[in-house]
């Protein structure tokens, strides 16, 4: 058995960025959410099938661990559903200590017996996701619901991959019993701005009125529960704008952000008509440093 002290780290290439990950055995979780020694394994950083196995072998020398305390902002979707069984299978709770998000909000969380969102943590989805190769060999980079659509000219791997990924969530929305509403609200606001804007990169022009840039979505309990989530104990959201403004500076995301709302008033984003050239290229002169 590893030393009760050992940390077992790694690095990640997640979507082309190099990241570090690291697993610490039980008694060295960030935060307690028990007294009891050994009953506590806390992960941080994106999620992939190394950083899986390394969570079912830690697992393994410690069979009395309860809780996953998670920190993390997503990853691979394979690899997170394949979290997700783990953690169903152990029956863990699922602590939040500073963020879940992505793939991390869509499957691990939901899976724990019991959940607990720590004070100052939050949990978040943004819009689907999709890298393809193209018959030419370029990589083309999809979000929104422009997916389906980008698969003209894809080359035949990608497809047949986009096509299990699709069916791999698909059965994973099932068996944890979620609904997809929240997930195709936001992605709908980000087909809606693309097309406000122009451009295929939503983060590419700064907020224009009416149409705000917003990257996550930040659920409370509420929200989640409606979208299917059981089970929630604790649950810290933040209360104010004081409160939220810190999510932003801990987290070190652009301020504005998060989305922070219901999906009535999320809907009503980006609605009017698309941005004709020359007030795009005003957008753009005022994203420009100035010198």
């Given at each position: 058995?590893?030393?009760?002290?050992?940390?077992i780290?790694?690095?990640?290439?997640?979507?082309?960025?190099?990241?570090?990950?690291?697993?610490?055995?039980?008694?060295?979780?960030?935060e307690?959410?028990?007294?009891?020694?050994?009953?506590?394994?806390?992960?941080?950083?994106?999620?992939?099938?190394?950083?899986?196995?390394?969570?079912?072998?830690?697992?393994s020398?410690?069979?009395?661990?309860?809780?996953?305390?998670?920190?993390?902002?997503?990853?691979?979707?394979?690899?997170?559903?394949?979290?997700?069984?783990?953690?169903?299978?152990?029956?863990?709770?699922?602590?939040?200590?500073?963020?879940?998000?992505?793939?991390?909000?869509?499957?691990?969380?939901?899976?724990?017996?019991?959940?607990?969102?720590?004070?100052?943590?939050?949990?978040?989805?943004?819009?689907?996701?999709?890298?393809?190769?193209?018959?030419?060999?370029?990589?083309?980079?999809?979000?929104?619901n422009?997916?389906?659509?980008?698969?003209?000219?894809?080359?035949?791997v990608?497809?047949?991959?986009a096509?299990?990924?699709?069916?791999?969530?698909?059965?994973?929305?099932?068996?944890l019993?979620?609904?997809?509403?929240?997930?195709?609200?936001?992605t709908?606001?980000?087909?809606?701005?693309?097309?406000?804007?122009?451009?295929?990169?939503?983060?590419?022009?700064?907020?224009?009125?009416?149409?705000?840039?917003?990257?996550?979505?930040?659920?409370?309990?509420?929200?989640?529960?409606?979208?299917?989530?059981?089970?929630?104990?604790?649950?810290?959201?933040?209360?104010?704008?004081?409160?939220e403004?810190?999510?932003?500076?801990?987290?070190?995301?652009?301020?504005?952000?998060?989305?922070?709302?219901?999906?009535?008033?999320?809907?009503t984003?980006c609605?009017?008509?698309?941005?004709?050239?020359?007030?795009?290229?005003w957008?753009?002169?005022?994203?420009?440093?100035?010198?």
């Amino acid at each position: 058995m590893a030393r009760r002290d050992q940390i077992i780290a790694g690095l990640a290439i997640i979507s082309g960025c190099l990241a570090p990950h690291a697993l610490a055995a039980p008694d060295m979780a960030a935060e307690k959410t028990s007294a009891v020694p050994d009953k506590h394994l806390s992960i941080s950083g994106p999620i992939n099938a190394h950083f899986v196995a390394e969570v079912a072998r830690i697992s393994s020398s410690y069979p009395t661990i309860r809780v996953l305390v998670i920190d993390s902002e997503g990853g691979e979707v394979e690899a997170a559903i394949q979290l997700g069984r783990l953690v169903r299978e152990h029956g863990w709770e699922v602590a939040v200590k500073n963020k879940c998000l992505s793939a991390c909000a869509n499957y691990v969380f939901p899976a724990g017996k019991r959940k607990r969102v720590l004070p100052n943590s939050w949990v978040g989805i943004h819009e689907k996701t999709r890298r393809f190769r193209l018959a030419d060999g370029s990589m083309q980079y999809v979000t929104g619901n422009e997916i389906d659509a980008a698969m003209t000219g894809v080359d035949a791997v990608s497809a047949s991959a986009a096509r299990k990924w699709e069916a791999d969530d698909a059965a994973a929305f099932r068996w944890l019993g979620l609904s997809t509403v929240f997930v195709q609200n936001f992605t709908n606001y980000i087909s809606s701005r693309k097309r406000v804007l122009g451009v295929e990169d939503i983060h590419a022009l700064p907020d224009v009125p009416g149409c705000p840039r917003y990257r996550f979505w930040a659920l409370d309990k509420k929200q989640l529960e409606e979208m299917g989530v059981t089970g929630i104990d604790e649950f810290w959201f933040p209360a104010n704008k004081a409160e939220e403004l810190a999510l932003y500076n801990d987290k070190m995301l652009p301020a504005g952000s998060i989305y922070i709302g219901g999906p009535d008033k999320l809907n009503t984003f980006c609605q009017g008509p698309a941005l004709n050239w020359f007030q795009r290229q005003w957008l753009k002169l005022q994203r420009e440093p100035q010198s």
